[in-house]
Every structure is written in structure tokens, then in C-alpha cells.
């Protein structure tokens, strides 16, 4: 069988795009992601990790006790936000998505650095799983899970420079649905590039 229909599925849930997500969110997610810039690049007085820690927990006292199922959640599904609104996904925008591939546009941060101001190599395959995921989807195949994924690195990827990932579905062979994609500088020079598997579910898969 290879009914991927809601409700079918196997404990998987049908987690959707969020569209009216409160304005609020987005400040919230990039407040974050400086939070997590500067803690990885910033040398304080130890009063002001102190301090800076109880601003913190006030926060998250102010959040705890509203958790919701992950059908419910607005952070990490709002398509128009960078990172989808989620604060641990590098902050890139699906700019064009469509059944011939997808487009995203974005920068890493120096809380993304692996050493001497470049992209740590974790960071990018990450990306590329978002990509692949976003490239499935556009392209109408849902459920799916990542069966693998290569990259292989050119160049240095920088931080702080505006960059742009495109992937496309290169081969379909059943439920296996392959992956091509490619990361490039501003100056259009090859930075990354990567292919994967995305394998869709059949209904008793989780």
C-alpha cells in the first residue's frame, strides 16, 4: 500500500502550515536568535550571565503550562517567517516552491560558526534536510521521511552573507523520491551541493 492520506497514517501527525500566526512571534523567534549570537560571542562580567539567566527564566515561566499537541503549535510552521518562526533553524525564507523545485533565500549567523567565522559543517546538512522536506511537499508527496542525505562541501560558507539554496526531485522510483539541490553565494560561486532520498510512508509508518 502507498495511501499517504490523513488519518491513515501511522501515529504520524498531519502538521500544516500555519498562515495567522499572532505578529508578535516573529520579534519573539529573533530575539532568540541574537540571544543565541551573543551567547556564543560575547564575554560578560559573570554577574551578567547571572542576571541574564533569571531575565530568562521569567520567560519561560511566562510561557510554561501553554503547551499544546504539535498539530497546535505555531513556531516552526509559519512558512513566511524565516526559519519557519522555529529559533533553531537558520534564518532562510522559501522565496518559490512549486511541483519544478523550490528556492530559498537566507544567511547563517555567528551562532552557526564551526571555527574561523565558517559555517560549521552540521549546520549545513540541516539546511538541506529542511530543503528536501519543503521540495517533496511543493511537489504534492506527503508523507515522506529522509532515507539519506549526502553533501558535499566546495567552498567555505560564510556568515552574514546573503545566500541561496534551490533543490528539485531529480528521479521517482516508487516511493523513493530523489533529491538534488545546490547552495550558492551571492556571486552565484558553488558553495555547497547535495542529494538525498526522501522515502514516502506507507500508512502503518509513523
Known sequence: MT???PGTRGGFPDVRTVEDAPEELGPFVAALRRLQDLTVSTNPDSSLWAAATAHLDSACALLDGHQVPETEV?????LSLPGLAH???PPWTVTDAGTHGV???GHFTRSHV???NAV???MIPLLYDWLFGMVVTSAGIRLT???????DYRKITPIDEPLTAQGRIAEIDGRKVFISATMTAADGSLLTEANGLMVR????QP
Open 120 to 122: 560549521h559543517g552540521g
Open 103 to 105: 528556492t530559498m533565500n
Open 145 to 151: 521521511r529522509t532515507g539519506y542525505l549526502h553533501a
Open 74 to 78: 505555531q513556531a516552526g510552521r509559519v
Open 3 to 5: 495511501d499517504t492520506a
Open 201 to 204: 510512508l506507507l500508512p502503518h
Open 114 to 116: 564551526g571555527g574561523n
Open 87 to 89: 529559533p533553531l533553524m
